[in-house]
């Protein structure tokens, strides 16, 4: 007689992206929780957009009910990455679940955090 187990698979917590684009502006909005699992699925679409060497990248965690510490690595490198290829890097968060943690890390001040995605647009190359 075969016997068979089912297969074992780690819970993802819901998370989303949505990626758009006006001119050389890429406009990330990432949904759901941004943790362990989820925050390498953020990281990919974030490294895409640098990849295509956008002159700002906007990310918009305003939906984001979760924003753990390596949630806000991917944020550290996508700076960076940003950095690199001469693109701005601009997050958009105004809740206590993003918004405190930034600030607690001190990432408010190595890259720009806006309330609204209007005001990330702001000075915007193009816009």
């Known amino acids: 007689m075969e016997h068979m187990t089912p297969d074992i698979t780690e819970e993802q917590a819901p998370f989303s992206t949505v990626t758009e684009w006006s001119g050389r502006t890429s ?3 990432a949904n759901g929780e941004v943790e362990l699992v989820n925050a390498p699925r953020l990281g ?3 490294n895409q957009v ?3 060497r956008p002159d700002v990248l906007v990310l918009d965690i305003t939906a984001v009910t979760f924003l753990s510490s390596a949630g806000l690595a991917v ?8 950095s690199a290829v001469g693109a701005l890097f601009r997050v958009v968060a105004n809740n206590p679940a ?3 943690p930034i600030q607690l890390m001190g990432l ?8 609204d995605g209007e005001g990330a647009l702001v ?4 816009l």
Request: aromatic fraction near 10%; avoid cysteine.
């Open 123 to 126: 000075g915007a190359a193009g």
């Open 98 to 100: 993003t918004l405190r």
């Open 50 to 52: 640098v990849d295509e």
């Open 75 to 82: 944020l550290v490198r996508a700076h960076r990455n940003s």
């Open 44 to 46: 990919a679409v974030l």
């Open 108 to 115: 408010d001040q190595e890259f720009e955090v806006f309330a």
């Open 27 to 29: 406009f990330v909005t």
